[in-house]
Antibody
Framework: QVQLVESGGGVVQPGRSLRLSCAASGFTFNDYAMHWVRQAPGKGLEWVAVISYDGGTTSYVDSVKGRFTISRDNFKNTVFLQMNSLRAEDAAVYYC??????????????WGQGTLVTVSS | DLVLTQSPLSLSVTLGQAASISCKSSQSLVYSVGNTFFNWLHQRPGQAPRRLMYAVSNRDSGVPDRFNGSGSGTDFTLTINGVEAEDVGVYYCMQGIHWPPTWTFGQGTRVDIK
């Protein structure tokens, strides 16, 4: 079955960096675009970034442009989120999810359990 | 930028009664093939979100038929016919565009039992 497992969260000081990973299994990873979505404590969901199936196209929410980089390793079935210059407002649970471009049902049908990022001095 | 506005933001429902959540979009889905860029999610406390409905009105596997999604263009509705205790939590609508595949979430509607 489809599984998405995020890791890499932790406590980091403002201005520092963190790299999140999302390991995928149970489906043909390199057929899917992959997304990161975050949820600040007590708040709603916010879409963060997407990477195309081949890594050739990426897109970001305005608040992280220039600071976050999404990438993927199709040999290791893993998507990454490199987060630089972290701010207090980046503190959140980060989830990964998938999307089959051109598909109907395969859009955010599976989610990981999330990884918590805390930004604090 | 695409904005999704949910209402109400909070809903307290008696067990067995119906509940309805509205999601209004600032951009029409009219150019989305098969309305595929609109989903509803449910998130229970302490859990990851789970997709409930896809392409406006299609229930995910295991979702009870008391849940119904409807709408078109810019106005969408999630209806729960006969709320059960397990339905508590926060419901989110989400809408995307084809390329690049960026998505927007509504603010969420919290449902609890009266």
């Amino acid at each position: 079955q489809v599984q998405l497992v995020e890791s890499g969260g932790g406590v980091v000081q403002p201005g520092r960096s963190l790299r999140l990973s999302c390991a995928a299994s149970g489906f043909t990873f390199n057929d899917y675009a992959m997304h990161w979505v975050r949820q600040a404590p007590g708040k709603g969901l916010e879409w963060v970034a997407v990477i195309s199936y081949d890594g050739g196209t990426t897109s970001y929410v305005d608040s992280v442009k220039g600071r976050f980089t999404i990438s993927r390793d199709n040999f290791k079935n893993t998507v990454f989120l490199q987060m630089n210059s972290l701010r207090a407002e980046d503190a959140a649970v980060y989830y990964c999810s998938r999307e089959l471009i051109g598909g109907k049902a395969e859009k955010f049908d599976s989610w990981g359990q999330g990884t918590l990022v805390t930004v604090s001095s | 930028d695409l904005v999704l506005t949910q209402s109400p933001l909070s809903l307290s429902v008696t067990l067995g009664q119906a509940a309805s959540i509205s999601c209004k979009s600032s951009q029409s889905l009219v150019y989305s093939v098969g309305n595929t860029f609109f989903n509803w999610l449910h998130q229970r406390p302490g859990q990851a979100p789970r997709r409930l409905m896809y392409a406006v009105s299609n229930r995910d596997s295991g979702v009870p038929d008391r849940f119904n999604g409807s709408g078109s263009g810019t106005d969408f509705t999630l209806t729960i016919n006969g709320v059960e205790a397990e339905d508590v939590g926060v419901y989110y609508c989400m809408q995307g565009i084809h390329w690049p595949p960026t998505w927007t979430f509504g603010q969420g509607t919290r449902v609890d039992i009266k």
